[in-house]
């Protein structure tokens, strides 16, 4: 699982591109001898209480139309994204992630940018409309071929590929025929196009994610109106939404396992609302375990235990979604191993002596944020977030499946991008990984979000998350300093 990085210093000044390589590139570079030292000598006390697990999985993320661009090539469908940011207004400075980092060309450069970090796994995603132009019926081949060209080249440098089959571009066509995910219809298609998928790259891809935060593609976009579709539906619509969103998901599992024989491990990536204990006493605990399990009501719990809580549907009352017994038991086909994006403690909670047995406590006025204006600082989360979904579900296993940071990234002069805030976020979010890990929650992998700066959604190109800089003129891609102290992990399987 592990790649082993042999570049020379020439192979990585042509991967970071020669003119803006500064002394983050070079410290890279000079790690690479210090594999086989490390390797043969003895790990020091130090180094074995700061050891993650054995064979642990450090992989990156990034989403289609995040970073592929190519959007009008080789028969790509249009998706809602496509139309939504080219409402004007809609997206910061109006951009569009036609060109992103036009990963659909450079994925091979990609993908060693990934080996020169020690990363073991890439998280991408599908584009449904590039795989089915019209969302279902005739496949499109030459979609796919972009998929099997990206998984060879992975696998030919030792990294596992990790594929989520849904983050966020619905084709379009289904959106003005059904209402996107307001009919089912959009489920049963998910389920055919997933099956589909799975069926011509499962040879060569063992680990799935069905769909990527139901939160967002549900209640962000339906209902709050901030991502596309961009609508502000009624309470009854949007609790429907949610519900043929986690009936897509049983139904693209059932499908997907339908057509393959081979061993595949499929789960969901999704971003749970984390209670987190303020004040960690067993009370506290225990009312932030309840806090979550009804935070998370219409999607996680739903998928985990295959009914909905009395106190989500009581609150829905008449708005409550249509469903049927059978939905729920397909919506909670166990899983391999549950995926989860954690960026924050969503809620802080304390013990309370009423009927839901917690109280939830806003954050002060003055508590620090990244560059995001939503992303509250609370490493405590990647301890709580696992350790929640454990003590609640006991999942075999379970992925972080997203975590990082924006920032504004300024190069200096020198070319330099000394990221200090990003290596700040991971060491303080990993030391509480690591405590997850170390009491044995069975955490096996980490993706961090992103490997380069891509198209931040309705935040546009105006907020970076990757390890690596993208010069969106150029689209030269440069090594900041949090790539460095990733790869300094990822490499010894230590905390730093
Ligand atoms: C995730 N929140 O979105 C998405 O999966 C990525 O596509 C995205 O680029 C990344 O995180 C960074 O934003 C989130 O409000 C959107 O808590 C909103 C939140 C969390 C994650």
């Known amino acids: 699982m592990e790649s082993k990085n042999k570049n020379s210093r020439r192979d990585f000044l042509k991967i970071g591109g020669s003119a803006a390589i500064g002394l983050p590139a070079m410290q890279l570079i000079g790690c690479n001898n210090q594999v086989t030292a490390l390797e043969k000598k003895e790990l020091s006390q130090n180094d074995s209480i700061r050891k993650f697990p054995d064979n642990f999985i450090w992989g990156t993320a990034t989403a289609a139309y995040q970073v592929e661009g190519a959007v009008n090539e080789d028969g790509r469908g249009v998706s809602i994204w496509d139309t939504y940011s080219k409402i004007p207004g809609k997206i910061k400075n109006n951009d569009t992630g036609d060109v992103a980092c036009d990963m659909y060309h450079r994925y091979k450069e990609d993908v060693q940018l990934m080996k020169s970090i020690h990363a073991g796994a890439y998280r991408f995603s599908v584009s449904w409309p590039r795989v089915f132009s019209n969302a279902t019926g005739t496949p499109n081949p030459k979609g796919l071929d972009f998929y099997n060209r990206l998984i060879d080249e992975l696998l030919a440098n030792g990294i596992t590929p990790y594929a989520t089959l849904y983050h966020w571009d619905l084709p379009q066509i289904l959106q003005d025929k059904y209402g996107g995910w307001q009919s089912k219809e959009t489920s049963k ?13 499962s040879d060569r891809v063992k680990h799935y994610f069905t769909l990527n935060e139901f939160y967002s593609f549900t209640d962000l976009s ?51 609302v984390t209670a987190v204990p303020i004040i960690e006493t067993q009370e506290n605990i225990e009312a932030a375990k309840k806090a979550t399990r009804e935070l998370n009501a219409g999607l996680l719990t739903v998928m985990m235990e295959g009914k909905y809580t009395d106190n989500y549907l009581n609150s829905l009352g008449p708005d409550a979604p249509d469903f049927t017994e059978e939905e729920l ?19 802080y909670v304390l013990a309370a002596n009423n009927e839901t047995g917690y109280e939830l406590i806003s954050h002060a006025k003055n508590h620090p944020t990244m560059a995001s204006p939503w992303h509250l600082v609370s490493p405590e989360c990647l301890y709580w977030a696992p350790r929640l979904v454990k003590e609640l579900w006991n999942p075999k296993e379970i992925y972080i499946t997203e975590n990082g940071c924006g920032a504004t990234d300024e190069l200096s002069d020198e070319g330099q991008i000394m990221d200090t805030d990003r290596v700040m976020f991971i060491k303080n979010y990993l030391t509480q990984l690591h405590r997850a890990t170390n009491e044995g929650i069975p955490v096996k992998g980490y993706f961090h979000w992103s490997l380069m700066d891509n198209f931040e959604w309705i935040f546009g190109y105006g907020i970076r998350f990757g390890l690596f800089y993208m010069d969106y003129k150029t689209l030269e891609r440069t090594p900041k300093l949090s790539p460095e102290y990733f790869k300094t992990i990822a490499r010894d399987n230590i905390l730093v």
């Open 189 to 201: 298609a998910f389920a055919e196009y997933a099956a589909y998928v799975t069926e011509k790259i």
């Open 329 to 347: 038991k397909l919506i909670a086909e166990p899983l391999d191993f549950v995926g989860i994006n954690v960026y924050l403690a969503n809620k």
């Open 222 to 272: 339906y209902g709050l109106g901030q991502l596309a579709p961009g609508l502000k539906l009624p309470q009854k619509a949007v609790a429907q939404v949610r519900h043929n969103a986690v009936l897509a998901h049983g139904m693209g599992l059932q499908a997907m396992r339908q057509v393959t024989k081979s061993t595949l491990e499929i789960g969901v990536a999704e971003n749970i």
